[in-house]
């Protein structure tokens, strides 16, 4: 008989729950879960409020979206998926408008009755044409959109956002917002899209729940206090400058601060508020229930979101990837890639904003890649990405 196999998985986010679930179902495995957090699910984790019942998202508001079939089957494998559409308005000193720009926000804003070609004709003339290849974000939203449309959803908000001048943020930031010339408010573009009726850490639970894992929390995973050898590979999914002990530096990330307070009612009639004006503190405001319309409460939980630097405290949430950081990644990455016992995967340890589609997308690729590597002894992939 085969030896069965230990492995080591570090963090019971998304990324750890998946490679966890497919080595248990693929290979005679046991498999160790350990997360420093007294929860499963990483920033996905909901729980109901004790207080008003309603599904709290407690890291700021997921809503799934993709275009990748095997994802949504995979996700809907464990867990009922509610159908969820996005509808984000913009409170700005001229008014209330719908995000992302479409139809609707252009002849609001101009006070216009265009048609969808008439849109696209006179954005095109308010757009600065100087700007052939736009360097940074805002010769991005510049050239698309003009100083205007730039000034009054994107400057504020951008700036609270990342704490940094838009012209010092690469173009690609603007271009996860789309600009439609018809009548289309959904905040995605995607096929799939939904939130699961019973929370997301709901979701983890199912996908951890497997006679070959073992899931520990509150136990956090140093690496200078491993015992090398005691596991046949580790899967970290933390941040990869903290497996190195910051020795090269920190990675710049951005931290959010959740203010949250409970109501009567209906606080703002929807699920999510942008506030892109620069003289209010927040950048966005949620309100619970309603990402779970099929459900009717009372009393409502209001949270509004604050934007800042991380601290060696702080949780890290959006990687800021300046020019600065990327060196300092690739350091990281060399180091990591003289190592053959230790995969990096998942948001932090690859240092990339990743949605919930990607981290689940890449941690099934990456499992299969690991589990035909294993089998055939052959060398061990040490990250799922190649880093440009
Ligand atoms: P994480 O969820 O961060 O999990 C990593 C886990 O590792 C954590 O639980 C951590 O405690 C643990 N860990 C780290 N280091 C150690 C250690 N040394 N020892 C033990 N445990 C450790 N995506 C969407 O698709 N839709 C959205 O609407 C959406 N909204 C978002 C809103 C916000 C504010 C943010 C910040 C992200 C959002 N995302 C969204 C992205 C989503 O949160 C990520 O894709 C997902 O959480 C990544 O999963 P992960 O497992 O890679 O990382
Ligand atoms: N953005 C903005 N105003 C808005 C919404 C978004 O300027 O009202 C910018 C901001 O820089 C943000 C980027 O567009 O980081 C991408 O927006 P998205 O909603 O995808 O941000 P995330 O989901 O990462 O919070």
Redesign the pocket.
């Known amino acids: 008989m085969t030896k069965s196999r230990k492995y080591l998985v ?7 729950a998946v490679v966890a679930r497919q080595l248990a179902e693929r290979l005679s495995a046991e498999i160790l879960v ?4 007294d929860h499963i ?4 984790h909901t729980s109901r409020d004790a207080s008003t019942d309603v599904m709290v998202h407690h ?7 993709t275009n990748n079939k095997t994802v949504w089957e995979y996700v809907n494998r464990f867990g009922k998926m509610h159908p969820f559409i996005n509808r984000v308005k913009a409170v700005t000193p001229r008014g209330v408008f719908p995000l992302p720009i479409n139809l609707f926000t252009i002849n609001l804003f101009f006070q216009k009755a265009f048609r969808p070609d008439e849109a696209q004709e006179f954005l095109a003339t308010v757009g600065d044409p100087s700007i052939e290849e736009p360097k940074n974000f805002e010769e991005q939203a510049l050239k698309m959109l003009g100083r205007d449309l730039y000034e009054t959803f994107f400057y504020g908000y951008t700036k609270k956002q990342w704490g940094t001048d838009p012209r010092e943020l690469p173009a690609a930031v603007l271009k996860r917002l789309p600009v439609r010339f018809n009548y289309d408010d959904n905040y995605y573009d995607k096929e799939f899209q939904g939130i699961p009726e019973n929370g997301y850490t709901d979701i983890v639970r199912g996908i951890l729940d497997h006679p070959s894992i073992e899931v520990r929390l509150n ?4 690496s200078a206090e491993w015992q090398r050898g005691e596991y046949d590979h580790c899967f970290y ?3 990869i400058d ?1 497996f190195f002990h910051y020795s090269k530096g920190r990675l710049g990330y951005r931290t ?1 601060q959740f203010e949250r307070f409970e109501a009567e009612g209906d606080y703002q009639g929807t699920a999510v508020l942008n506030y892109p004006d620069p003289s209010i503190p927040w950048t966005r405001v949620h309100e619970h229930k309603h990402f779970t319309p099929w459900e009717k409460h009372e009393r409502t939980i209001v949270v509004r ?1 604050y934007s800042k630097e991380t601290g060696p405290e702080d949780t890290p ?2 990687p800021k990837r300046l020019a600065a950081d990327k060196e300092l990644l690739k350091k990281y990455r060399d180091l990591a890639s003289a190592l053959t016992d230790v995969s990096f ?4 340890a690859t240092y990339r904003y ?6 689940i997308g890449e941690a099934l690729d990456f499992s299969e890649k690991f589990i035909v590597a294993s089998l055939a002894n052959q060398a061990i992939p040490v990250f799922p990405n190649e880093e440009p």
Do not use: K, Q, W
Request: aromatic share 14%; hydrophobic share 40%; glycine share 16%.
């Open positions: 570090v963090g019971a986010g998304f990324s750890g350990v997360d420093a957090r699910a990483g920033n996905c890291y700021g508001p997921h809503i799934f979206n136990t956090a995973f140093h999914t933390g941040p903290a959010m979101e949430y959006y995967l998942g948001r932090l990743m949605d919930m589609e990607t981290v």
